[in-house]
């Protein structure tokens, strides 16, 4: 036992001391982080506002095309679209797309231009050379005959490639035609208001504990299931390259005649399991903190937000999961990397476990889209994909503690027979040098005495 | 050669791998406080019967003991062993892979740190114990390997080619060491497949070939048993006792000395009387002891 806790403690030692676990550890969340705000900070990089000049000789269009453009409307437009294609919009998301939309509405400015009773051809030469001299970005001619199929709308911009100033301006000017050929038929501006309104949609999702607000439970439950997937590759690979290491270098030979190579093997899973865990437990504490602090300040700022609520039970399953899964994955490395005689040789084997891994993975987007269906009981019950999918369905819905226990049940029978399976072939593959052992041969490894 | 005193007893081992057989009703005994020289080719079973000893396979025939029990765990503490095919852990510092090879062999951390300490500087490696792997030369890994043997203070070592890729300076330097540790009634194995360091060490030896033990016993009764009656001497006179093939023949001569075979008629003893009584005169008489290589060469040859 005094061996076996040596052992763990040196496999622990090894990774959590070292300075890329720290960096890991750290950089995980600021990556997190990055991937969520760059993009955000990126589009909501302002663009010089596009001056633009409207001809509109029926005078009509271009009213109701300033206004659609101005900062109210687009504000409500955007919060129209987000909710559409979200449905779950965190509080945080719905500020982000009004300032988005502030910034859109603030990205024209209108010049005026008296086109009088000058022709197309003379409006169009007189414009074109004040965009050459600079004073103007872009201008649209609205024909007279608007309501015509085949009327022409002229949009002439020395900023033609900017697509997200174009397409706000052509969705402005299609929807001020589209109202002004309605009030041209008689159809008054606030019963257009009224046919034209959405419908809400109250979405909430139903479980033994009732209803609870779904708001954020998509994003949860990816991070969690992403969370895992990350982790559990990384120490599975982890311990790859530590049986390598240990073969490669023939170190197993001094340690094979110190201690049995079942403490050898169990206690260097024991051992990387409670790093990963280690660096599991720092992430979702730290993650919790922040969540905490940001409610916080997000209450005391007036925003009112839901997170999804998890339990200690839902945490304390989380971290058995992560187990459950190094232990099956960590396993199968152990296997691999006493079979292969280099670091390179194991990556090229390392792929078969990694796919089924990631199979796993997508697997929790069926399970969060319909945590109840039957393809998710199996999958959750399923070793190898349960330590993801189980979790993800836990926190999306969770599920009767029978299938709970039974997927704990049936992913450490798996655990012991792999680690039995492993230790069979560790205690042998580690001592042969020199070439790649073959299927037939670590066959008879495992039915070897 | 008293039963009581074997460090080590390998009684009728066999081990085979599928077909191929690596190690055939193999026996000796291995005295405490001796050097036992484990000799034999490339390939004969050395290393196989070796990884017996220290518990890393087991046997499919026969019985090993260790001083006086069956191997098991609790045992591997007493054994040092420096594997022929050796390594350390690349980016961890020297300091901290002793402690572990040590708590490995249940040392507890404060004697470890003693010992390595006094084993460093023993080593002239003081200055390293902060560094790692990939700092040091090859002889210097290979150094710190041997303390790593060493470290739990075994009663038995077994070294596998310890000197290979050593300097001359540091295969002196090591040989010191050895023998310090034989002074302090330390068992130590030699397995090796070279004969004149053999020959220097060992009290006692094992040829094995082709899985099979070919000659064991003392260094000098095996060398005794390999004696070809081979006599150099320098003499004037006694040409009658020379000349006389019933009792010796002449197998070299040049004009300072001659070499000559003694027949089964008599012993170097009685050749030497008869020479004298004669009335030779004799400056040189040296009994030609075959190398241990000789052997080797004719036993496995052979």
New interface residues.
């Given amino acids: 036992m ?2 076996f806790l ?2 763990v ?2 496999e622990y ?2 990774i959590v001391l070292k300075w890329t676990f720290l960096v890991g550890t750290l950089l995980f969340p600021v990556l997190a982080g990055a991937f969520a705000v760059v993009p955000a900070i990126i589009f909501s990089l302002k663009g010089e506002p596009t001056r633009i000049a409207l001809i509109d000789p029926g005078g009509k269009v271009a009213p109701r095309v300033k206004e659609n453009l101005s900062v109210e409307k687009m504000k409500e437009k955007a919060d129209k679209a987000a909710k559409e294609a979200l449905k779950d919009i965190t509080a945080t998301q719905d500020e982000k797309m009004k300032r988005q939309a502030e910034q859109f509405g603030e990205s024209f400015i209108f010049i005026d231009y008296n086109a009088g009773e000058k022709p197309l051809e003379q409006i169009q030469q007189e414009l074109n050379a004040q965009i050459n001299d600079g004073k103007l970005d872009a201008y649209l001619v609205i024909p007279p005959n608007y309501d015509s199929p085949d009327a022409q709308f002229l949009f002439r911009s020395r900023k033609a490639g900017d697509f997200v100033t174009n397409e706000g301006l052509s969705d402005a000017l299609n929807q001020a035609v589209r109202s002004q050929r309605l009030s041209d038929a008689n159809i008054s501006e606030s019963k257009l208001k009224e046919l034209s309104a959405n419908v809400k949609i109250d979405t909430k999702n139903i479980d033994e504990t009732g209803e609870k607000d779904s708001d954020g439970v998509f994003i949860a439950s990816f991070i969690i299931g992403m969370m895992i997937y990350i982790t559990l590759a990384i120490y599975g690979q982890a311990i790859l390259g530590a049986v390598v ?1 240990e073969k ?4 197993a ?8 190579p079942f403490e050898l093997m169990f206690g260097k899973l024991v051992g990387v399991g409670l790093a990963g865990l280690t660096q599991l437990a720092i992430w979702i504490i730290s993650a919790l903190i922040l969540v905490g602090v940001g409610i916080a300040q997000m209450s005391a700022a007036g925003v009112d937000i839901v997170i999804p609520n998890i339990s200690v039970w839902m945490i304390i399953l989380f971290f058995i999961y992560f187990l459950l899964g190094f232990f099956i994955y960590a396993s199968i490395f152990a296997l691999i990397g006493s079979m292969v005689t280099t670091v390179q040789e194991g990556g090229q084997f390392s792929f078969p476990p990694i796919m089924v891994l990631l199979i796993g993975f997508y697997f929790s987007f069926a399970v969060i889209r319909d945590p109840n269906s039957s393809l998710s009981f199996w999958v959750s019950i399923a070793p190898f994909f349960a330590p993801i999918t189980m979790p993800v369905r836990i926190l999306s819905s969770m599920p009767p503690f029978w299938e709970i226990a039974l997927s704990i049940l049936i992913n450490v029978a798996a655990i012991t027979f792999l680690v039995w399976l492993a230790s069979r072939v560790y205690r042998v593959g580690m ?1 042969m ?1 020199g070439k790649r052992a073959t299927i037939p041969e670590v066959w ?1 490894w495992i039915r070897q005495v | 050669m008293s039963e009581n005193n074997a460090t080590l007893k390998v009684e009728n081992v066999t081990k085979r791998f ?1 077909g191929f057989t690596a190690v055939e009703n193999l026996s000796f005994d291995v005295k405490a406080g001796r050097v036992f020289g484990f000799l034999g080719p490339n390939g004969a079973g050395k290393t196989t019967t070796i ?1 017996m000893i ?3 396979t087991i046997p499919d025939e026969g019985r090993i003991e260790l001083f006086g029990e069956k191997v098991s ?1 609790e045992l ?2 007493r ?1 040092g ?1 420096l ?1 022929e ?6 980016k ?1 510092k020297i300091a ?1 892979q002793l402690h ?2 040590a ?4 040392v507890s951390y404060k004697d470890a740190e003693k010992r390595i300490d006094f084993w460093l500087d023993r080593m002239q490696l003081g200055e390293w114990k902060k560094k790692k792997t990939t700092d040091l030369s090859k002889g210097m890994s290979q150094k710190i390997q041997f303390i ?1 043997t060493v470290l739990h203070d075994p009663d038995l070592l077994i070294l596998d080619e310890p000197f290979s890729g050593l300097d001359p300076v540091n295969v002196k330097f090591l040989i010191e060491v050895v023998a310090e540790l034989k002074a302090q009634r330390k068992t130590i194995i030699f397995s090796t497949h070279l004969m004149e360091t053999a020959e220097r060490l060992c009290d006692d030896i094992i040829l094995i070939n082709k899985s099979q033990k070919v000659i064991g016993g003392t260094l000098r009764e095996v060398k005794a048993s390999f004696s070809k009656n081979l006599i150099s001497l320098r003499v004037s006179g006694g040409e009658r006792v020379l000349r006389d093939t019933n009792l010796v023949e002449i197998t070299n001569e040049n004009a300072d000395s001659v070499e000559v075979k003694l027949t089964e008629m008599l012993d170097s003893q009685t050749f030497l009387k008869r020479l004298l009584a004669e009335g030779a005169i004799v400056s040189k008489f040296e009994e030609i002891e075959p190398s241990l290589n000789d052997i080797f060469i004719e036993k496995i040859r052979g």
Avoid: C, W
Avoid at chain 2, 85 to 90: D, Q
């Fill in positions: 005094r061996k040596a052992i403690k040196h030692k090894k290491e490669e270098t023939r170190i030979e001094i340690l094979f005649s110190s201690a049995r001592l040098y008879k | 599928g990884r220290v518990g890393i765990s591997q503490n054994i062993y594997p095919e050796r390594g350390l852990y690349k961890m901290d572990y090879f708590a490995l062999k249940g790593a």
